[in-house]
């Protein structure tokens, strides 16, 4: 290990080939006194098909990280060298371990990366969608409106977004990016550097089937700025006149607006109130 000072190293782990385990992880996971991890269980097993012996796996997640932060940094303060690690990849990418790297931060305990698997990044680089400039967004929200407010910020900035997405949610996420930003180029990697790893390739917009595995969506950057969502609504209550029919009405709204196609425009004139 680089520095018998640190007491907490952040180690990333396969995100589903054992193989990509570095020597580094392994040599450090094998010798720290304690392993906090997601998923005691799936964890205990990735350790074992790679012949680790943990002294110790204790688990630390969203629902107890701030119940066990306090018995965690006493144990670093007395001296005890601890890993951790997620379910898959790199720690604190959309998963527990914040809380407990600032701590150790703010009482001067030394935290340590040890670098590895990431889903974001390792979606990406094998994606053929531009790399640069990226926004890694996390796990969109549940509820509608909360999804459309959560891709607003980006949709006129030139940027690819990644996001992690589960199955039953996926349907209900794309269809708030495709209002939001527009039918831009988008990937979905699935499995990834599994048995059945995929990479599916199509617009926001249009169906797709049903996908099972862990998911990761990368969208494209804009090709042409789009108008944003409430502008768009704004001028359209300004525009519409007595009794015209939504249909006119978005023919004359598309002329002032960009990136809209006519169809969208009278779904979002025709759409319940919510």
Known sequence: MSSSLTRLWVVATPLGNPGDLSPRAREILTSVDFILAEDTRRSGLLLATCSIKAKKLISFHDHNEEKRLRAVLAELRAGKVAALISDAGTPLISDPGFTLVRACREEGLKVSPVPGPSAPVAALSASGIAPLPYAFLGFPPRKQHELESFFFPFANLALTLIFFERKDRLADSLAAARLILGPR????????????????????????????????????PPQDVRTPLPEVLALARTLREGDEKPRETARRLQAKVRGWTSKELYALLTEPAS
């Open 185 to 220: 180029n988008a990937c979905i990697a699935r499995e990834l550097t599994k048995t059945y790893e995929e990479f599916i390739f199509f617009t926001l917009g249009e169906e797709l089937p049903e996908f099972l595995g862990e998911i990761t969506v990368i969208v494209g």
